[in-house]
Structure formats: C-alpha cells, structure tokens
Antibody
Framework: QVQLQESGPGLVKPSETLSLTCTVSGDSINTYFWNWIRQPPGEGLEWIGH???????NYNPSLKSRVTISVDTSKNQISLKLNSVTAADTALYYC?????????????WGQGTLVTVSS | QSALTQPASVSGSPGQSITISCTGT?????????VSWYQQHPDKAPKLLIY???FRPSGVSDRFSGSKSGNTASLTISGLQAEDEADYYC??????????FGTGTKVTVL
C-alpha cells in the first residue's frame, strides 16, 4: 500500500522560506507525478504544483514566482519550498500522487501537515 | 487561473439524488476530459471519487457518477446516505499543463 507522509516545521516566520518534505513508502516515486496541495483553515483546496520523477515541474501561476518543487529519487522523497511567506500561506499542506501522466488524478494522499506563518 | 465554480452548499434527504456542478472555461473543464472529483470528510485527506469525468476507482460506490457538458462538469450522488455528508471538490487539468480546483461544495444530508 502506498503511503505518503509530509514533514517539516509547523511554524515559519513571515518573509522566511517554508520547507516541507513528502516521504513515499510502499512504492517507488519513479514513473509518477507528485503533487503539492494546500488548504487554509476552513477554506478550499489549492493546487500548488507537481513534479515528474525526472524533475520536470509545473506550478500554479499565482505561486510560481515563490515555489520550488524537487525530487530525490534516492530517498523516495519530494520537497516543497515556498519563499517570502506571509500569513496567507498558513495552511494544511498535502502531498499526493498523480499517475503516469501530468493530467492523471490524485489517487494517494498524505494526511497533511499544518504550517502556520507567524512571528 | 481562476478556481472552478461550485455551489457553496447542496442538501438532500436520505435516498434522494443530488447533483453538484463544476463550471470552468474552455481552457480547463471544456478543454479535456480530465476532471476529477474528491470527497473530504472533516479533518481527513481528500478521497478520489471520480476521474476522467466519469470513471470510478475500484472501491468507490456506484452511487457516485460524473458527467460533463461543455465547460461544466457534474457529480451526482444517488441514494443519498448520511455518510455522504462531506465537502466535495472538482479539479481539472488545464491547457497550461497545470491543475485547478473548484471552490468546493458542502453536502448536507437532511
């Protein structure tokens, strides 16, 4: 069974960089797309971006200038970096597996990790 | 890209059918048959219900069905049950090779 686990600091100061890691177990990250999604408290889902195991990425245009998603196939991990954060970036951050195509549905999700942006 | 438009809330009595719409543009919903639907219960991760407009993953009840016409996709829940009370989100692939979620719909079982 594929399992995804997000990890990282739960508190980030304004203007700093948010850094999260998604560790995948039960399958290799090779041949799939891997997505980051976030959900502010009490609000809806927002797609942040995805990466193919080869390193090819696509990002939400509204976040593109601040986001970097990377992959470490040797560790079976996907990483998210979001710089210059503000309170508006406070959210539950999920990683999710897409399929073998960029349009594939998100079939496995982590439980999410809450990140609060506050001084 | 703008979020796809969903009704904020839909309600129905047990046993009834309800339909949730998801309206986008010719650059997302209308461009491809790559619309998925997710169910999210409180404090839980979203669960895939429908993919590629109308296909159900293994294990998903056949009470859930999807369709699309033009720039609007729809999710229908038949034989509404108490356990269907949750938030529902659509998501579409776009012509820019990105993805965009819907605004979300809260389903209430009366």
């Amino acid at each position: 069974q594929v399992q995804l686990q997000e990890s990282g600091p739960g508190l980030v100061k304004p203007s700093e960089t948010l850094s999260l890691t998604c560790t995948v177990s039960g399958d290799s990250i090779n041949t799939y797309f891997w997505n980051w999604i976030r959900q502010p408290p009490g609000e809806g889902l927002e797609w942040i971006g995805h990466i193919y195991y080869s390193g090819s990425t696509n990002y939400n245009p509204s976040l593109k200038s601040r986001v970097t998603i990377s992959v470490d196939t040797s560790k079976n991990q996907i990483s998210l970096k979001l710089n210059s954060v503000t309170a508006a970036d406070t959210a539950l951050y999920y990683c999710a597996r897409g399929g073998k195509g960029s349009a594939s549905p998100l079939d496995y999700w982590g439980q999410g990790t809450l990140v609060t942006v506050s001084s | 890209q703008s979020a796809l438009t969903q009704p904020a809330s839909v309600s129905g009595s047990p046993g009834q059918s309800i339909t949730i719409s998801c309206t986008g543009t010719s650059s997302d919903v209308g461009a491809y048959n790559y619309v998925s639907w997710y169910q999210q219960h409180p404090d839980k991760a979203p669960k895939l219900l429908i993919y590629e407009v109308s296909f159900r993953p293994s294990g998903v009840s056949d009470r859930f069905s999807g369709s699309k016409s033009g720039n609007t996709a729809s999710l229908t829940i038949s034989g509404l049950q108490a356990e269907d009370e949750a938030d529902y989100y659509c998501i579409s692939y776009t012509t820019s090779s990105t993805k965009v979620f819907g605004t979300g719909t809260k389903v209430t079982v009366l």
